[in-house]
């Protein structure tokens, strides 16, 4: 059936707007009701996004989800538009991706933030520290987590490698989240985190490489996985030249600006650039969003910049983490569901083996100065959207077996869940009634 | 070819990333260089995208302007990526999208602040100016033009009445901008022109409703029309009722929110939601973004409301506007072409009228206090978006000659360029210093 473009694009409004519409509404509900439980408000995302997502109302259905979308939705569109529900269908499906676009940006302006209010010369002086956490962080869930699939569940070698590979790299965007929220991201134990986080990204996407080309046929060449790891160390040293030198350029441009809104314009230029720079080397844009926090951490523009960020942050980050809920597929869960039982047999162990590595690691570094261990270990924590990105690559590439399938997700929600209640739980509430009266959000 | 995900995402990531870079860095260049030469930015604007657009360099082209993508940009994320330069072509489609969706939440959040800083009782008081304004500067425009194109020019009865109601609408989105920047938006003036601006884009849908209706067969019933008709004035009965009564509301549920984030979050969904509102009775979503703004304005936090949306619309609005600009052709206005000169010439004719049609309506209302009516006249003037929607709806129904066309483009190419030089000549450079100086943007 044809249908006028007038017609297709009221559809189009409606879903995209209505989408926003969704989000915003369920994440404030359940971030409401977290924060009077005192937790961090990410988890109340991420509940919602699971309420209103693939494992829920079917509101939010990733288009590589494979669920229906909720009738209530498509049917009020389509009776709205006085288009068939298929075609509504077919149009929600199309759009999905402005909204992964815009979640995307959410995420680069989380870690922007995250890079703006370090501190330099405190993240430098851990460096040997977060260092030592990551690597640890990385190779402990790594060995143990390859070696129990192969040895005790008999996994072939390949998925237990991938398995295991989905279980370094600590999610830095749950982690600034829930750190900044409580207040502790400038602490020694959030600057420990956050550099680790970044460092153990880094050496995920190694590791990702490595992976990808084992797994894509024997030629196996040590050339491009050189490339990268050079790659690497230029982009941490130039980050941190940068950061030292590259301020105070930015604010002479600044103050020769003229036209309205320049601080935001100004900064979002950096943005673009170190993720546009990151991405070009074959590392992550994400990092270039943080890596442009941390330069312009300097410029004395920052409480502008701060200002300009946060509204971007306090919306979209809502969206990225809503996202990750509702592609998160619970059913998996079930144990009463015979298939389920093997998946969450593994699961358990994975999940064991991503707890203990990761918190092992807060007992890794040499330190002078008392940090909490444990929450520097809790910290490093969260797997989120990185296992997310193993997952799908693992699943798109056939070499994971179902029951392998769900213990990865598993792994990847009980280490995402779990981290911001066990931080929670640890972190005194000290700053308790300053939060509650604050009119300034502290994202 | 078949490329791995892996390349196939840092692509689109490398695209999106560098495409908000090329816009940002031309936008801000020029926008500049305008500010001062003491003209208004959104002309930077559109002047970035018609340089870096279709008409230009090449880097940002809409997927149905149908040229080339830049070889340098193409060339070098193929490169960057190990793809070929067609497949980044076609990636670079594919995710267009989401720019534009980024760039449509600027426009709702340039016209949710409009409606924020607009002073309701100001607003209620020009109403009935608004109004005349705003018949005047429909009926005028759209009867000299359909009358002069079908009895000057011999175009038949169907296309003429289409180029007329293309000369309807004013951009509210352009002049909103322009106000804001010279700091009139609360001054009588811009008052009434807001006012006009809104009451003549709720004219235009149901005009455009009328013409879709005549073009797509004479099938054409009373109906839709007056359901549309009623929409209309329900929507502008139930926006003036909720911004008497709203607020308080909005501020009880605001104070009770512990959430980081509040104000952006909550704002947004009343923004959203009358987006939604909007669209869904047939109305268009911006106006809806219009209505969000002007029924928090009572707000006791309009301050913060403020704080949150403006960074969103110095970045995305200036998406919005670029993107304006990167979908014009101005090869139609080369006069050594042969084929061109037909347009050309009717363009002349539809520019006049067009302008002159907006001007004199500036004229067409009572007033006891002076009011600058050339300011409201030339206020009235910019077509932007709104004529380009007309004339996507008529080259789609394939309803116009190429010259026609042309015509159109050129008419709306001048009333947007020309209306923020005119309002920067006529409006008095009082308040000069003070914008030079003051650290807090416009907008």
Chains 1, 2 share one sequence.
């Not at 790299?169 to 900044?180: D, E, L, N, Q, R």
């Not at 929220?181 to 590791?207: P, S, T």
């Not at 960020?309 to 980050?317: D, Q, S, Y």
């Not at 911001?420 to 939060?435: D, F, G, K, N």
Request: proline share 5%; glycine share 8%; charged share 15%.
């Amino acid at each position: 059936m044809e249908f006028s473009s007038h017609q297709l694009e009221a559809a189009e409004t409606l879903l995209q707007v209505g989408r926003f519409l969704v989000i915003f509404i369920a994440a404030r509900a359940i971030a409401e009701l977290l924060v009077r439980l005192q937790l961090p408000t990410i988890l109340g995302e991420l509940v919602a996004g699971v309420l209103i997502g693939a494992s829920g109302l079917h509101l939010i259905v990733p288009p590589d989800a494979r669920v229906e979308l909720s009738g209530v939705f498509s049917g009020l569109v389509a009776s709205l538009t006085e288009i068939t529900p298929e075609a509504v269908r077919h149009i929600y499906d199309e759009t999905f991706p402005s909204l992964q676009a815009v979640s995307q940006l959410g995420l680069y302006s989380l870690l922007f933030l995250t890079g703006l209010e370090s501190e330099l010369d405190e993240l430098v002086a851990v460096g040997g520290q977060a260092t030592t956490v990551a690597i640890t962080g990385v190779v402990l869930p790594f060995v143990l987590g390859t070696a129990g699939l192969h040895y005790l569940f008999h996994v072939p070698l390949i998925p237990a490698v991938f398995a295991g590979a989905a279980m370094t790299a600590t999610s830095i965007g749950i982690t600034a989240s829930v750190f900044g929220e409580l207040r502790w991201l400038k602490r020694r134990e959030g600057q420990i985190v956050i550099g680790a986080a970044v460092l153990d990204d880094i050496l995920g996407i190694v590791i990702l490489a490595v992976v990808v080309a084992i797994v894509g046929g024997g030629a196996f060449s040590v050339g491009p996985l050189l490339k990268l790891c050079l790659a690497a160390v230029a982009f941490v040293v130039v980050a941190l030249v940068l950061s030292r030198t590259a301020a105070p350029l930015f604010d002479s441009v600044v103050d020769r600006l003229k036209a309205p809104g320049d601080v935001a314009v100004a900064s979002f230029v950096v943005l673009t650039l170190c993720c546009f720079a990151a991405q070009a080397i074959g590392l992550e844009a994400a990092l270039g969003a943080f890596a442009a926090g941390l330069i312009l951490s300097a410029s004395k523009h920052t409480e502008d910049i701060d200002k300009a960020v946060k509204p971007l942050v306090a919306l979209f980050a809502t969206v990225f983490f809503v996202l990750i809920g509702t592609a998160m597929d619970l059913s998996v869960l079930n144990p009463f569901n015979p298939a389920n039982r093997e998946g969450l047999i593994v699961a358990a162990f994975l999940l064991v083996v991503a707890i203990a590595g990761k918190v092992a690691a807060g007992w890794s570094y040499l330190s002078k100065e008392p940090t909490s261990r444990l929450v520097v270990g809790l910290g490093m924590m969260p797997r989120g959207e990185v296992g997310l990105i193993f997952l799908g690559l693992g699943s798109q590439a056939r070499i994971l077996t179902p029951a392998l399938e769900a213990a990865i997700l598993l792994m990847v929600i009980g280490t995402t869940f779990l981290a911001p209640i066990l931080l929670r739980v640890v972190i005194p509430s000290e700053s308790e009634p300053a939060t509650a009266e604050a009119s300034q959000p502290s994202l």
